[in-house]
């Protein structure tokens, strides 16, 4: 019986850290995207701020991640992805978009598109060819299942790695618009 009670209380903690994480995680995303549309209307210290604002919410324990970071790459994950599955077949601009942004993105956007193009790649079923182009982009460098948990450096840098990133989704997003015409 004592071990039934302590798994009680190990399972009530989990659902309240998991609370907690979930509202981190949609705070970040709340403060990112507000980043996203400052920094469309040229409003980068505003977007920088609420990029900061996004850092200082700290690690997520429950998750052991970075929120701000992790929603990052989820913002530019679920675009590629939104992106892939709205097309029609045999259409692949959302593939040609995201190849023109990586030519001209920094090392943490690069980083983050080239990871999001690697799981799109191992989890779908794509065309040989859409994989074949994903395969040369990412020119035989491993990838982890996972990007990093935590942007590295100090605050500063994680800002601007951050910056990057919805930097990246911002321009795959106009990218994308080009090609619908």
């Known amino acids: 019986m004592a071990d039934r009670l302590l798994g009680d209380v190990v399972l009530a903690s989990n659902r309240a850290a998991s609370t907690v994480s979930l509202g981190l995680h949609a705070a970040a995303e709340n403060l990112l995207v507000k980043a996203l549309r400052a920094a469309g209307t040229g409003d980068h210290d505003r ?85 074949r182009r994903i395969r040369a982009a990412l020119d035989g460098v ?17 800002i601007q790695a951050i910056l990057q990133i919805l930097d990246v989704v911002a321009s795959y997003d106009h990218a994308l618009d080009l090609t619908r015409g």
């Open 47 to 131: 977007a920088g701020a609420y990029v900061a604002r996004a850092v200082r919410l700290g690690f997520d324990e429950h998750e052991k991640v970075q929120p701000a970071w992790s929603q990052a790459h989820m913002l530019l994950f679920g675009m590629v992805v939104d992106a892939l599955e709205e097309r029609p077949d045999d259409d692949h601009r959302w593939l040609d978009a995201a190849l023109t942004v990586l030519a001209d993105c920094g090392d943490y956007a690069r980083t983050a598109l080239l990871h999001s193009l690697a799981v799109v790649d191992h989890d779908w079923q794509l065309e040989r060819q859409e994989s």
């Open 142 to 158: 491993a990838w982890t299942s996972e990007p990093e948990t935590s942007p590295p450096g100090e605050e500063a840098e994680r």
